[in-house]
């Protein structure tokens, strides 16, 4: 189990005494690699200049293609030892407080289904100057949507070992190693249990490892360059280029801290990877995405532009808020078939890692 650097958010991480840094111009390569110290739902800032409100950003209020609400009601499931929801519907951030964990006896509070939760009326004092009332929030992808007739979608529910050996072809892929680290700890900043930060714009081998994957397991008509491309291409412009797998940080349960990345109107892109046996505590579906707040209006940034926005950092007594939010604005979104990839924009929402996880990881592309 990885220790309490910051279950909810990374802070970045430093291997082999050399910290990674994102560089500052959208558009530019970003620090190749870096390994992170603990589950990642929010990275350490997003880099460049202000982005206008993207004219794509209506596109979440319009319907999505699958009939599956994100963070709706709980769906069924068939509980296999492959799938169980088959069935079913680095940067440091100085302003990052650290996560408690939570106390053994605490229960996990019943939260309501997305359609029940209320957003959140931001007050006068922490809203953005200018800003306006958000009237969208998260959409949902699905894998047979993104990739038909390629039998990817079917392939990904049916088989963890090629939901693993998909994680472990990114970073064949993907991953440079570090040439001031040694053989045996650049192998470790690469393992499966090491959440990993990378540029998905481009790759040394062009992407073949993930081609020959999906070749192995009949995944036909798909390329791993496709797959990335498509994925990141959520994301919209301008975008960072960077794609963080989150691995798993086991059974802990965890505070809730809630931030944004950067607070900028552009999208996250998520892709769950479940864990291969069905949850003894959970819901199905529930635990391999981050949660979410929806927020009235965009949040004014109290640090530097494009810097993490930490909820708890704000004067609550000033503006008679409270840090930890009512249960009746947190969603838990529910993964599934046709609910594989999550869209959200950041400046809709304040979100944090589940307070309990139940993943094999998660993709985040910014």
Known sequence: MLTRVSAARDVGAVVGGRRHQRRHRIGRRVAPTAALTADDEGDGGATGEVARRPAAASAFTAATKTAVNPFGARQ?????????????????????????????TRETPKYRDWDDVEVYEVPAGLRREGSIRNTSFVEYKSLEELFPNTKLSETFHGDAGFRTDIRRAMRDDLFIPDENLSPEKNAAMRSLSSSVHVNWFESATGYASLTKTFEKYGVVNLTGEHFIRALGGLCRTPCHGTLIDIASIGKQKIRHSWHQDSGYERFTVMLGFPAPTPSESLPPGVGVFTHAVKLSHALKQPNAQGSVIQWENYNHTECGTDVEFDVKYIARPVFGVGCE??????????????????????????
Not at 76 to 104: I, L
């Open 76 to 104: 069924s499931a068939t509980k296999t030892a492959m799938d169980p929801f088959s069935g079913g519907g680095g940067t440091k951030v100085p302003t990052k407080a650290p996560t408690k964990a939570m106390p053994a």
């Open 341 to 366: 990839v999550m869209v959200y924009c950041d400046a809709h929402h304040v979100h944090s890692a589940p307070d309990e996880a139940h993943r094999e990881a998660v993709w985040r592309f910014m």
